[in-house]
């Protein structure tokens, strides 16, 4: 199985301010054939399912506003929060869908 | 707009059973791969079963492999997870998640729906 890390496991970040999450995995999520990584980002808040963020390591979901990015490839990615808003308090969860669908164990993002 | 609803979930007692559905609406379903995945009590996220948009092709954890059987009813828009033989540790709220593209990440998920098990 392919075993995805995220640091740190908390993050407290002035409103405002960049916020920065880091996802690595045991092996490659990069399949040479098509040149993309099959590393996705979720956003769950309290009593809520996760909400796709990201996808492909760094197409956004429809909707989901420009202030989330990812980045990366291979076996080390970000998920950047350009400029902190209240309502993006939540814990955040990559996934490797390169082999079968494994999660980090999620990032919970306050404010400081 | 898509929805996903889940239903079943419940207290049972530790070797029993527990059917769970997910009724889908607002897409093609039969278009669609759909998966169960679960979430502990404050814990991460956990894939459990996968099913293609046929049925043919079925993938489970291995933590549920031999116990938990998934299926779908592409006339009646809806996807099964009938769960059998419980331990204390599939205790979690168990989402249905519809399939991006065929590629395995989720763009569309439930709201949840909590098995309890214990005794």
């Known amino acids: 199985d392919i075993v995805m890390t995220q640091s740190p496991d908390s993050l407290a970040v002035s409103l405002g301010e960049r916020a920065t999450i880091n996802c690595k995995s045991s092996?490659?999520?990069?399949?040479?054939?098509?040149?993309?990584?099959?590393l996705a980002w979720y956003q769950q808040k309290p009593g809520q399912p996760p909400k796709l963020l990201i996808y492909w390591a760094s197409t956004r979901e429809s909707g989901v506003p420009d202030r989330f990015s990812g980045s990366g490839s291979g076996t080390d990615f970000t998920l950047t929060i350009s400029s902190l808003q209240a309502e993006d308090v939540a814990v955040y969860y990559c996934q490797q869908y390169y082999i079968g669908a494994t999660f980090g164990q999620g990032t919970k993002l306050e404010i400081k | 707009q898509v929805q996903l609803v889940e239903s079943g979930g419940g207290l049972v007692k530790p070797g029993g059973s527990l059917r769970l559905s997910c009724a889908a609406s607002g897409f093609t379903f039969s278009d669609y791969y759909m998966s169960w995945i679960r979430q502990a009590p404050g814990k991460g996220l956990e894939w459990v079963s996968y099913i293609s948009s046929s049925g043919s092709t079925i993938y489970y954890a291995d933590s549920v492999k031999g116990r938990f059987t998934i299926s779908r009813d592409n006339a009646k828009n809806s996807l099964y997870l009938q769960m059998n033989s419980l331990r204390a540790e599939d205790t979690a709220v168990y989402y249905c998640?519809?399939?991006?593209?065929?590629?395995?990440?989720?763009?569309?998920w439930g709201q949840g729906t909590l098995v309890t098990v214990s005794s």
């Open positions: 998640a519809r399939d991006h593209d065929y590629s395995n990440y989720f763009d569309y």
């Open positions: 092996q490659s999520v990069l399949y040479s054939s098509n040149n993309k990584n099959y």
